[in-house]
């Protein structure tokens, strides 16, 4: 299929998507006219964050490298995340290609061991920001030479297309219902301002181990592991702001 024609038909089912499903639609179409096998569509990693299984919004990306990647604490030690934060333009890379020095992407080997395990030995990712200012990742990995800089213009602005889009049917959705009473929600929200068990007992007048209750239930209604990924989890789900 030619440029003008792929890129034609992929802008018109962009605008016409209406739901989140369709958003998830139009992004595993994109992914597979550029050769890719997997996309993702995440909350920006931010200094404090750990795990990337809880970032994640919509994406096809196995939920098994997921957990492998969180097991070997590898996003702490991604050399894309303290890019992204000054990025405009999509940036493309490959665990194949020998780069000069000076390359800003010098992936460790445990980096590249587990993309070769799972087909992502290329890929690419472009930083948005919400209309709200929450900032967002999208991404696209797979098994294929690293993009042209025509293909990487093409899907850059593609990509912004589909963010817009998603960003627009974001605002419209209606708050998810929250599986969280009112105290754990409180709770949380002090957590996730970085008070400890102690500050938040003094401030609710609650106990350090009714405060640690607390949590542990909403750490298992929301099928987490930890507070870290509590925090991200309910601030995805808006349950929290």
């Not at 989140?20 to 990693?45: D, I, N, T």
């Not at 696209?140 to 025509?150: A, S």
């Not at 974001?170 to 500050?199: C, D, F, H, M, N």
Request: glycine share 4%.
């Amino acid at each position: 299929m030619i440029t003008l024609e792929r890129h034609s038909l992929l802008s018109r089912e962009i605008s016409t998507a209406d739901s989140r499903a369709a958003v998830v639609a139009v992004l595993a179409k994109l992914a597979k006219q550029f050769g890719f096998k997997y996309f993702a569509l995440m909350s920006a990693p931010a200094a404090s964050d750990s795990l990337l299984e809880p970032l994640m919004v919509e994406s096809n990306v196995p939920r098994s490298y997921l957990r492998d990647f969180d097991r070997l604490r590898l996003l702490t030690a991604c050399p894309l995340v303290p890019l992204l934060k000054n990025m405009a333009l999509p940036l493309c890379w490959s665990y194949e290609e020998q780069y000069d020095d000076g390359w800003p992407l010098d992936f460790p080997e445990p980096f590249r061991r587990l993309a070769k395990t799972y087909g992502m030995t290329t890929g690419v990712a472009m930083p948005f920001s919400s209309s709200d200012g929450s900032m967002f990742v999208m991404r696209l990995d797979g098994d294929r030479p690293v993009l042209t800089l025509p293909q990487l213009n093409e899907v850059g602005m593609l990509m912004l297309q589909c963010f817009r889009v998603f960003d627009r049917v974001r605002r419209t959705e209606p708050p998810p219902k929250s599986i969280l009473t009112a105290r754990e929600l409180e709770v949380l929200k002090w957590t996730s301002q970085g008070k400890t068990s102690s500050e938040i007992g003094d401030i609710l007048s609650l106990s350090d181990h009714t405060v640690n209750a607390y949590l542990n239930k909403a750490i298992k209604k929301l099928d987490c592991v930890n507070r870290t990924q509590l925090v991200a989890k309910a601030i995805r789900l808006r349950l929290i702001t």
